[in-house]
């Protein structure tokens, strides 16, 4: 799996990039086919948007946009986004041959 960091208006420390990839590469725990995860985080006027891309198997894409007030609050949130998305998806794709009653 590969992780893309970009910053636009900003730039990032080695530290809070390697926080951004250590809250991505968790990703994995709630679906295994993640091929790349796209971050892009940007500084505007008085927050910090950062947008979420997770591109996996058989083209699915999975994206997540929030604004904070700085990137590791961001980060966490888009993760837990991700973390249900996939989660749901996981589910579905699990369930389609067996619906519930």
């Known amino acids: 799996m590969q992780v893309v960091i970009t910053a636009r208006h900003m730039t990032l ?6 926080y951004i990839e250590q ?6 725990k709630y679906y ?3 091929q790349r995860i796209d971050v892009v985080v940007e500084k505007g006027d008085s927050a910090v ?4 891309l997770v591109n996996a198997e058989h083209k699915l894409e999975f994206v997540s946009r929030v604004t904070g ?3 590791h609050e961001a980060m966490d949130i888009a993760v837990d986004k991700l973390e249900r998305q996939l ?3 996981k589910e579905r794709f699990r369930n ?3 619906p519930s009653s």
């Open 13 to 18: 420390t080695p530290k809070t990039k390697e």
């Open 23 to 28: 809250k991505a590469n968790k990703l994995t």
């Open 32 to 34: 295994d086919r993640i």
């Open 49 to 52: 948007s950062l947008e979420a």
């Open 69 to 71: 007030s700085d990137v």
């Open 87 to 89: 989660s749901d998806h």
């Open 96 to 98: 389609r041959k067996h």
